[in-house]
T-cell receptor
Framework: DAGVTQSPTHLIKTRGQQVTLRCSPK?????VSWYQQALGQGPQFIFQ???????QRGNFPDRFSGHQFPNYSSELNVNALLLGDSALYLC?????????FGPGTRLTVL | ELKVEQNPLFLSMQEGKNYTIYCNYS?????LYWYRQDPGKSLESLFV?????AVKQEGRLMASLDTKARLSTLHITAAVHDLSATYFC??????????????FGKGTHLIIQP
């Protein structure tokens, strides 16, 4: 039984570019949340996907968008990258009274 | 807006000692989570507390929840070096059931020295 997986592990982009991050939840979990964690800070909630729709959203601009596929995997897309988007991006796989986090994708924007 | 405050933010302690990390939150919530994070790593789930008076223990860590005071504590007993990490508490943003986005505290950076 695979745990939460994310890809890629690391990514380097330049300002203005676009990036796509991917997440596969744990077997049996159908809900995925995405978080951004800047260095030295707590994670910040970006949005949550359930039944292929965005169900909740945190305080992030429209440059951040997502998608969920029929197999419950999810993508996070960030357009027009800014230096401030450099962070660890975490995916949470959500079950009944549990939220397990993937290993994360470290995004560096130059 | 839900706010979650942890204290202390930094804690240096000796092995064998006991200490408590506090987590206060500003509005009613259904669930409170504790996570551990090692440097450069992701979040490891420690505890989920679901009701007033809930207490959970795993090894040298014990977590409790007082929903009336909007306070959770993470108690460390007879600390060992391996417990050095950053500890986060997190609370559901939206109350009323379902699995929701979490609001995290800033974390407590814990260093345990021999």
């Amino acid at each position: 039984d695979a745990g939460v997986t994310q890809s890629p592990t690391h990514l380097i982009k330049t300002r203005g570019q676009q990036v796509t991050l991917r997440c596969s939840p744990k077997s049996g979990h159908d809900t995925v949340s995405w978080y951004q964690q800047a260095l030295g800070q707590g994670p910040q909630f970006i949005f949550q996907y359930y039944e292929e729709e965005e169900r909740q959203r945190g305080n992030f601009p429209d440059r951040f968008s997502g998608h969920q596929f029929p197999n419950y995997s999810s993508e996070l897309n960030v357009n027009a990258l800014l230096l401030g988007d450099s962070a660890l991006y975490l995916c949470a796989s959500i079950g009944y009274n549990e939220q397990f986090f993937g290993p994360g994708t470290r995004l560096t924007v130059l | 807006e839900l706010k979650v405050e942890q204290n202390p933010l930094f804690l240096s302690m000796q092995e064998g000692k006991n200490y408590t990390i506090y987590c206060n939150y500003s509005t009613t919530s259904d669930r409170l989570y504790w996570y551990r994070q090692d440097p450069g790593k992701s979040l490891e789930s420690l505890f989920v507390l679901l009701s007033n008076g809930a207490v959970k223990q795993e090894g040298r860590l014990m977590a409790s929840l007082d929903t009336k005071a909007r306070l959770s504590t993470l108690h460390i007993t007879a600390a060992v070096h391996d417990l050095s990490a950053t500890y986060f508490c997190a609370v559901d943003i939206y109350s009323g059931g379902g699995a929701d986005g979490l609001t995290f505290g800033k974390g407590t950076h814990l260093i345990i020295q021999p």
